[in-house]
């Protein structure tokens, strides 16, 4: 019984403690999902995985840092990597402290911020990704005016 629980305990500490993939640089895309139900990405089409991208209001600049105000905002996360362009911030399950990972790449000709979240293990997130990005989504609206009165 001790032996199954020690095993257990190394799993998830080894699992919380994997590494983080490397930022995307300038320009860069993002990493396509896996087959796993624990990522979502506005650069997929299937609808398993697929979220919308984040709209754009003003410059990447402008709008990189209000989704880097709206992250520092949400529980357990902290902005790991940012560059022209794109941002990289880690969120921390509460109790497991198992990390996700969020990609930020924007597309100003398109008026998007492409983005990727996903679980760095398991399986399924229990659409704690996807969820996460709809908070992400309804705070950037509730924080930046309507584009067309961004453009007055």
């Known amino acids: 019984m001790i032996v199954r629980i020690l095993a257990a305990s190394a799993l998830l500490l080894s699992a919380a403690c994997a590494?983080?993939?490397?930022?995307?640089?300038?320009?860069?895309?993002?990493?396509?999902?896996?087959?796993?139900?624990?990522?979502v990405s506005s650069r997929e089409n299937d609808q398993a995985h697929r979220v919308d991208p984040l709209p754009l209001r003003g410059s990447a600049a402008q709008g990189l840092a209000a989704l880097r105000q709206v992250i520092l905002a949400l529980p357990r996360s902290r902005?790991?990597?940012?560059?022209?362009?794109?941002?990289?911030?880690?969120?921390?399950?509460?109790?497991?402290?198992?990390?996700?990972?969020?990609?930020?790449?924007?597309?100003?000709?398109?008026?998007?911020?492409?983005?990727?979240?996903?679980a760095r293990v398991g399986?399924?997130?229990?659409?704690?990704?996807?969820?996460?990005?709809?908070e992400i989504r309804d705070r950037l609206s509730a924080l930046q005016p309507p584009a067309a009165d961004a453009e007055r």
């Open 79 to 118: 902005v790991v990597a940012e560059g022209p362009g794109f941002l990289r911030a880690e969120f921390r399950s509460l109790v497991f402290r198992f990390v996700d990972d969020l990609d930020a790449v924007v597309d100003e000709p398109a008026g998007v911020i492409h983005v990727r979240s996903a």
């Open 123 to 134: 399986r399924s997130d229990l659409g704690v990704n996807r969820r996460r990005i709809g």
């Open 19 to 39: 590494g983080a993939p490397p930022p995307p640089g300038r320009g860069a895309e993002l990493k396509p999902c896996p087959g796993t139900d624990n990522c």
